[in-house]
């Protein structure tokens, strides 16, 4: 299993970024996918999570209406659109498989002015 998370960046408060997980080694449209982030000195957080055909998400209330999650089951990939950014969404965003307990490298999103 394998799981790549890139789109991460610097962006100013307000603004918005998408990111993308490409998966492999497992038959990626048979199973949910989730986004998690990790601020600097605080644990884990679950910021939005999808259904294996796309149908069901969820957002905790921190993000919800300003992050969509979406996945192309053709390309395996999941992507997480982050729009109205505030510094609080700063940290290491990473996607996960929750049957699989498979986790990505991660990607660095800083929102500074």
């Known amino acids: 299993v394998q799981l790549v998370e890139s789109g991460g960046g610097l962006v100013q408060p307000g603004g918005s970024l998408r990111l993308s997980c490409a998966a492999s080694?497992?038959?990626?449209?048979?199973?949910?996918m989730r986004w998690y982030r990790q601020a600097p000195g605080k644990g884990r957080e679950l910021v939005a999570a999808i259904s294996s055909a796309g149908g069901n998400t969820a957002y905790p209330p921190s993000v919800k209406g300003r992050f969509i999650i979406s996945r192309d089951n053709a390309k395996n990939t999941v992507y997480l659109q982050m729009n109205s950014l505030k510094p609080e969404d700063t940290a290491v965003y990473y996607c996960n498989v929750p049957r699989l307990e498979a986790w990505g490298q991660g990607t660095q999103v800083t929102v500074s002015s």
């Open positions: 080694g497992f038959t990626f449209s048979v199973y949910d």
